[in-house]
């Protein structure tokens, strides 16, 4: 038998402006400008300038509410016709919500009022409370949607650079083919990665070519011939004799050629005495031999103007300068773009609420301007909260950090975790974490990630709790002044550090120098 039951539930859900906010916060300022540009191409409500221009109207006979109206395109918003029940004067906490987030019903359809397409009442479809066909417009590809534009340019690649030369190789066409497929199985490393085999069955399937794997050995060996240097490589010692290969043949080089190509695994782990013990070399002639294979590229994908690693500028999100021991803090410009709602759509939108006739087509009007005039809206209270959200955070992290940022002294910083930013300006840690993870600040110092000012404490000798960025300041001191051909162990640093009152573990300091991306005793040890 079946039984009714009801249960009573409470749940969390992030609204969509909410949703909005959160992927508007954790994107970077070099991101925003292009975020800013998809979303006015996509809603024509939107458009740059001062939202508090006035806007030119035809008093005619129009009442004080529409004078006023005038004076403030955004008032339309205001009224009781407006579904913006929602605003971000407050930032809100989003990050409390653990519930998922889902979108708003979509409205029904509306059904035909007949043939004589009657008279509909414009008030009872504005007042209703759903949200009108809201959705998160450029806010990333779902299932059916992709980007339209690319993030990056890609002209003037390395591949393009590549299929170039390929053009004037004046290869047969069987040749040129495969060539094509070798240069499309090149990764961003500058690297053939893949087996000669495959390669075959990918031409084979896609292009209905039958060929042999020597006959794409003959083909790869005319690419790799191609600038720049060690260009589609299947492995790092093939790079490296590639580029040895186009240097004047000396006895260096003849020595770096050796050393490659039979001895590269001592090579790799620094075992300098056996590779002069097997080739019975001298210690300049061994020494110049490791020097020339050092100034090599291993990554030669990444190399020159025409790589996919061109020079990447970082943009501060955040500028604060000192005067005479004053800081002041300000959002970059484009972290506060001046956004407004189109006047011409405010009035558009007046125009069809006055109409004398509201047929059916004047409804689906109707029904995309003000969707239209709503996402603008949500849109443009995002950034503000964004903006007020950016400013909050990292005025509390110069607060906690006011001595480094005076000295630009990294022993001055102070101990800092996600959390104490967390509790001094009433949000959630993940809201934190969102504006630290991505956005930096440029000092008198130099431009610096939010990141970096947090670390975990330390105890010292004096009972004190120190950053754990002035530990790693003071490894690294040690490290650069160690001597090359002795260099300092683990152990050996961890004594060091607990003779000046730090008191730290080996394997602490193992996980400080990896966050520092120096290696091992060895590897560092040089001739």
């Not at 939202?51 to 109206?69: L, V």
């Not at 019975?280 to 020494?287: G, H, I, N, S």
């Not at 690693?309 to 002041?328: C, V």
């Amino acid at each position: 038998m079946q039984r009714l039951d009801l249960k009573q539930l409470l749940s969390q859900k992030l609204s969509p402006q909410q949703i909005q906010f959160i992927k508007l916060l954790q994107i970077p300022t070099a991101e925003l400008e292009t975020r800013i540009k998809e979303e006015m191409e996509v809603n024509p409500a939107l458009e740059e300038g001062d939202n508090d221009e006035p806007e030119d109207q035809d008093s005619g006979d129009d009442d004080d509410r529409d004078e006023a109206e005038a004076d403030d395109p955004d008032a339309e918003f205001d009224s009781d016709n407006s579904t913006l029940d929602e605003d971000f004067e407050e930032p809100a906490d989003v990050d409390d919500y653990d519930g998922p987030a889902e979108a708003p019903p979509e409205p029904e359809p509306t059904k035909e009022e007949g043939p004589d397409n009657a008279d509909l009442d414009l008030s009872d479809y504005l007042n209703d409370d759903e949200i009108a066909g809201y959705k998160m417009q450029g806010d990333g590809p779902g299932e059916e949607e992709e980007r339209e534009m690319p993030l990056a340019d890609t002209s003037g690649s390395l591949m393009d650079s590549l299929l170039d030369q390929l053009h004037f190789t004046q290869l047969g066409e069987r040749e040129e083919a495969i060539g094509q497929q070798l240069i499309g199985s090149i990764d961003g490393d500058g690297y053939i990665r893949r087996d000669l085999a495959a390669i075959a069955n990918d031409l084979a399937f896609s292009q209905n070519l039958e060929v042999t794997v020597p006959e794409i050995e003959a083909v790869l060996r005319v690419v790799q011939g191609f600038d720049p240097a060690g260009i589609a490589a299947r492995d790092l010692p093939e790079c490296l004799l590639l580029q040895l290969e186009r240097r004047p043949q000396d006895a260096t080089a003849e020595h770096a050629e050796q050393i490659i190509g039979t001895l590269f695994d001592e090579f790799s782990k620094k075992h300098y005495a056996r590779i002069q013990q097997k080739l019975d070399l001298e210690d300049d002639e061994l020494k110049e031999a490791v020097g020339l294979i050092l100034k090599l590229n291993p990554k030669p994908g990444g190399a020159g103007p025409t790589g996919p690693g061109k020079t990447q500028y970082l943009m501060p999100d955040f500028i604060l300068t000192n005067d005479n021991g004053e800081l002041s803090l300000t959002l970059n410009a484009r972290n506060a773009p001046e956004l407004r709602v189109s006047p011409a759509y405010t009035e558009m939108f007046r125009t069809y609420d006055k109409a004398a006739k509201k047929d059916q087509k004047m409804k689906e009007a109707v029904s995309f301007v003000k969707q239209k005039l709503d996402s603008a809206k949500w849109f443009i209270d995002a950034i503000r909260q964004r903006q007020n959200t950016l400013l909050r955070t990292m005025n509390a992290i110069v607060g906690l950090q006011r001595d480094f940022f005076i000295e630009g002294d990294e022993t001055k910083l102070h101990p800092m975790i996600l959390k104490d930013i967390a509790l001094q300006i009433g949000m959630d840690i993940s809201t934190v974490s969102r504006v630290a993870n991505s956005k930096s600040v440029q000092t008198e110092f130099g431009i610096y990630p939010l990141k970096y000012f947090f670390s975990e404490g330390i105890a010292t000798d004096s009972g004190e709790d120190v950053s754990s960025r002035e530990v790693k300041s003071i490894l690294k001191d040690l490290i650069d002044k160690e001597s090359k051909s002795r260099p300092l162990a683990d152990d050996k640093l961890e004594k060091m550090l607990n003779a000046r009152g730090y008191n730290i573990a080996r394997r602490t300091v193992a996980k400080y120098r990896e966050q520092l991306n120096i290696p091992v005793a060895r590897l560092r040890k040089e001739l």
